[in-house]
């Protein structure tokens, strides 16, 4: 394992743990997000607002970069919906990556959302509760299956600090190398 990619719904802690459990293990930290920002020179939701594909593909583009790159392990933050873009999937689908995915309820994830001072692009509905429990459900049902198809690790995150979370991450990197 070279790279432990940190998956989840948004606001889940994926890279506050991240960060955390990259300092535990003296490993390397990548929030995908910032590197999307860093490599286009637009946020994600500047991308996202563009159109949707325009993001998928910059998302895509910021993963592979950081393929084959190092044997250093490192840990990378992905953001919420990398579950719906299949070329990054097909990329973390190598023995390279190892897959830990943040579980929490809907309903916590909607609480944790609807603090911002604006919702994301994708919630901009009529109904963004019911559209984002949707989206939560589905993509919660696609990340356990890929969990579990890459014998990856699901974290219950419910209830837990970020350091909770970074201290089983590194429990995790270190059955890994034994």
């Known amino acids: 394992m070279s790279i432990l990619l940190l998956c989840g719904p948004k606001h889940v802690g994926k890279t ?17 997000d910032e590197l999307i920002t860093r490599q286009t020179g637009k ?4 991308l996202y607002q563009e159109g949707q594909d325009l993001f998928r593909k910059a998302e895509a583009a910021a993963l592979a970069s950081l393929m084959g790159q190092s044997s250093a392990p490192r840990i990378i933050a992905a953001g919420g919906g990398l579950i719906d873009n ?12 190892v897959v ?4 929490v309820s809907a309903a916590t994830a909607w609480n944790r959302i609807r603090t911002e001072k604006s919702l994301p692009p994708f919630l901009n509905t009529e109904t963004p509760e019911l559209t984002h429990r949707a989206l939560h459900e589905r993509r919660a049902t696609a990340y356990h299956a890929f969990v579990q198809r890459k014998h990856g690790w699901v974290i219950q995150a419910e209830d837990k600090s970020p350091r909770a979370i970074a201290e089983e991450i590194a429990s995790i990197i270190r059955n890994i190398h034994e």
């Open 86 to 97: 299949e070329a990054a999937i097909r990329l973390a689908d190598t023995d390279e990556v």
């Open 16 to 32: 506050s743990a991240a960060y955390e459990a990259a300092a535990l293990c003296h490993s390397e930290f990548i929030d995908l």
């Open 100 to 103: 830990v995915y943040l579980a």
């Open 43 to 46: 946020s994600p939701r500047v």
